[in-house]
């Protein structure tokens, strides 16, 4: 009789937390390119855990399809994803991909992303000035899933893949140095950039249609538009 009220109590103890828990935690489905979609068409799932309850900064948390954890951190807007503090990406193994410190959504401080076998792929350190609105990225140590150092102190070549982008060119002094060859999977374009340490001061795009979009800054390649010059 009492194992019998146990089991009850637990099950309504179990309930109620489940409740609680559904009330104040939002669950949305997305597709490869991170864009909210229809459970039939998802990739990943990304769970807000308090959701419903009013807040500076929401924790998140995304899942792949198999149930591991794809990357966790917090957001400063529960419907937009605003990085802030650390952010733990892992790859589908379970493995740990990357730790990235966000301020405002920008990077700021250390980076280091890790391959699937856990042999470290790369450390990189951030800087980010909200009076003045700008960032800088300093890439300091790299290696190729073969452990090979393609990038010491600051200096040597470099590929990196981030997000949907995949370029490849110099490293001097920790910044971009030259031309820099690369592709956008989102607006499907193929580019070429020249860097000047570290500032993209020319560039041209290729899009599917083979139409050309010439750039003078990283706003306007990011824009897709011409910035007027003032007079």
């Not at 950039?193 to 570290?198: A, I, L, P, V």
């Amino acid at each position: 009789m009492k194992k019998s009220i146990y089991i009850l109590l637990l099950v309504i103890v179990s309930s109620g937390l489940s409740a609680q828990i559904n009330m104040v935690s939002k669950k949305i489905f997305l597709d490869s390119l991170n864009r909210e979609t229809t459970p039939e068409n998802y990739y990943f799932t990304r769970v807000i855990t308090n959701y419903s309850q009013k807040s500076a900064r929401y924790v998140i948390t995304d899942f792949y399809k198999n149930g591991r954890k794809k990357m966790t951190g917090a957001t400063l807007d529960r419907d937009i994803l605003k990085k802030d503090g650390e952010f733990i990406c892992y790859h589908k193994n379970g493995a740990k991909e990357s730790v990235i410190d966000y301020s405002d959504d920008h990077k700021s401080g250390k980076e280091i992303t890790w391959y699937e076998n856990q042999s470290k792929k790369c450390e990189k350190q951030h800087s980010w000035d909200p009076k003045t609105k700008k960032s800088q990225t300093l890439i300091l140590n790299c290696w190729n899933e073969d452990k090979t150092q393609t990038v010491t102190d600051g200096n040597g070549e470099y590929e990196e893949t981030d997000s949907f982008v995949t370029q490849k060119g110099e490293i001097k002094n920790g910044l971009k140095q030259g031309v820099w060859l690369g592709n956008d999977k989102i607006r499907k374009t193929t580019f070429s950039d020249n860097y000047d340490k570290g500032i993209l001061v020319s560039g041209t795009s290729v899009d599917e249609n083979n139409i050309k979009f010439s750039y003078s800054s990283l706003s306007e390649k990011q824009s897709g538009k011409k910035t007027p010059k003032s007079k």
